[in-house]
């Protein structure tokens, strides 16, 4: 894929998960070996555990939205950086957090390595402490 039809394919799989809530189009451009990293959380690797933490997302918030500010390519690398929203409507299990109706909002950057046209990694950082502040998991300071 060429530079732009790479970043296409990224915008693509960005509206097709936050907008359309749609995993079987966003994994078509998947790896079934790809790993995804989002530190301090361990890495998640293949296919289908990473599809199972995007369900979990979706399942949990509801009226998602995510709008890339940037895209940059290079080679076979895309960086997205992004903000995301989301109102937590259902039960966030990897926290044990049950629903609290709170919209929240957070912001990061994504870099997505593409091999055989297919995403292969992905680096995302992101503000994960402001958005346990704003589900009340960890206090904001005064």
């Not at 509206?15 to 070996?33: F, G, Q």
């Not at 297919?118 to 402490?129: A, F, H």
Request: net charge negative; glycine share 8%; proline share 5%.
């Amino acid at each position: 894929m060429t530079s732009e039809e790479l970043k296409a394919a990224v915008l693509k799989a960005n509206e097709d998960s936050w907008h359309a809530r749609d995993l079987d189009a966003v994994y078509e451009i998947m790896a079934d070996e790809v790993v995804f990293h989002r530190p301090p959380f361990p890495p998640v690797s293949g296919k289908e555990a990473n599809r199972a933490g995007d369900e979990a997302m979706l399942s949990a918030f509801t009226q998602t939205e995510s709008i890339v500010h940037e895209i940059l390519s290079a080679g076979s690398t895309v960086v997205a950086r992004w903000t995301w929203s989301g109102t937590h409507t259902g039960r966030l299990a990897t926290l044990g957090l049950p629903a609290t109706g709170k919209r929240v909002q957070f912001s990061g950057c994504t870099i997505y390595h593409f091999g055989n046209d297919k995403i292969v990694e992905q680096w995302e950082y992101s503000d994960m402490l402001g958005l346990l502040q704003q589900l009340g998991v960890i206090p904001t300071p005064e």
